[in-house]
């Protein structure tokens, strides 16, 4: 099993900055590759970005390209989503996944094994 706690949402205005944290415990000693995931009220949840084990790859969705990282430090069990000048239409719950024993970049959330509770994230204009 791996556990995954999000935190770093919350309210900022358009044009701001945030950086999610996303720390698993449990099984981390197993190569794991990790996204983030958000979903916004009545909407589908959708992949923001996606990070290899190793960090060398990452994909980001077209609509977060040039304004928010991902970046992972496996000493720390951590990934990070930092994410910079933020649009009202990135307001959501922003939830990281990790799926075990692999080690390249996922994009489908169906083949992630472990979820985090996720966090909000309110972009006002």
């Known amino acids: 099993q791996v556990r995954l706690v999000e935190s770093g949402g919350g309210v900022v205005q358009a044009g701001g900055s945030l950086r999610l944290s996303c720390a698993a415990s449990g099984r981390t000693f197993v190569s794991y590759s990790m996204g983030w995931f958000r979903q916004a009220p009545g909407k589908e949840r959708e992949i923001v970005a996606a990070i290899s084990w190793s960090g060398s790859s990452t994909y980001y969705s077209d609509s977060v390209k040039g304004r928010f990282t991902i970046s992972r430090d496996n000493a720390k069990s951590t990934m990070y989503l930092q994410m910079n000048s933020l649009k009202p239409e990135d307001t959501g719950i922003y939830y990281c996944?990790?799926?075990?024993?692999?080690?390249?970049?996922?994009?489908?959330?169906?083949?992630?094994?472990?979820w985090g509770q996720g966090t909000q994230v309110t972009v006002s204009s």
């Open positions: 996944a990790a799926k075990i024993n692999y080690r390249r970049v996922v994009l489908n959330s169906d083949e992630y094994d472990f």
